[in-house]
């Protein structure tokens, strides 16, 4: 029976002993709880017991990675959405009947090409009789200007062939008006709807004809929160996801920023512009918007050398070739790095792995194929 009992209590002290010197957190609870000086160990943090050194009086063999510089990434998305970069309703402006239509349903069209055709006769009718009287009054004010050499021309009968002359203008210049007015036009270059109308139609004014679009970049209306309204400029660079093609991502940029917050909803207007080369993208589309914003630089360490212990985050940090341990507050983690507040220096070396013997002031070896190993630098990637 007492060599169970012995056995068992070598066996507890073995394990108390790997535990101690292989939990970080095993001595400060020891020490909370009074156990340590029963013990005979050393207060936690204590040179004593380990000492600058490893356990067997040499240095501590362990491998590093440099301090890089990161920044916190704020992330806003929002939903939007998108239209064409231009986009007209085609109306006539006067009353007619349709005698032609010069473009088909989603033809692509140039500026200035030909919509619809309404009839014109009246009107090219009104052209030729303005060009009979302009041409009249252009004789009459020539035979004017020449008897008033003679001094047969009084300056009234002068005065009313010049008046004659500009109004046969004028009425010529109403008739051209009038005659372009029977013709519907693309105003630019784009892409034209389904059309609802056919020769021998009637329109109004009030009627829809035609629309076109130019959707060469694709517009998209969202709104950002007022906190970062500061940080929205014209030219940001965004990422949209069109809700209706999954796992398709577009990179665009801010095309425009509203003048004013809404003050119902504190938010701002926002319009963001995407490339449309490849024509898969129609206005009336919902997006996904994302903007990414770069907040204050920190310092970025591995995850792998973040440690804890009851009063909280630290590193192990290689200082005159023994290790020194600094508190650190975490402000944004991933599987790559973790962004920390932290008395560090840029490049400065932290221990990554050989870290269970460590104790402050402890001398060390850097070794192994990562000694040395920085983060990656691009900062944005932190997060």
Known sequence: MA???????????????LWVAFVPGARPLLDRIGISAVLGLAPAGSDVGSGPSGPR???????????????IRDRVAAIGDGRALRAVTLRSKVTGEVVGIGIRDGEQVAAGDLIVQLDDEAERIALDRAYLVLEDARDEAERVTRLETTGAVTEVRRREADLALRTAELELRQAEFDLSE????????GWAGVLDIDVGDRV???DALAVIADRSRILIDFHVPERVVGQVTE???LTARPLGMPGRLLEGRVHAVDNAVDPASRTLRVQGELDN????LRGGMSFEVVLNFEGEPLP???PLAVQWSSAGAFVWAVRDGRATRVPVAIRQRNADSVLVEADLALGEPVVVEGLQTLREGTELRVVGPQ?????????RDAG
């Open 57 to 71: 009086g040499g240095p501590v063999a362990v491998t590093v990675g440099e301090v890089a510089q990161g920044r």
């Open 182 to 189: 029977r013709t519907v036009s693309a105003p630019f270059a």
């Open 300 to 302: 970025m360490v591995d």
């Open 3 to 17: 060599r169970q009992i012995g056995l068992s209590v070598l066996l507890l002290a073995g394990t108390l002993a």
């Open 235 to 237: 030219g940001l660079a």
């Open 204 to 206: 109004s004014s009030q």
């Open 371 to 379: 000694a040395g190993r920085a983060l990656p630098r691009p900062a």
């Open 277 to 280: 080369a490849d024509d898969l």
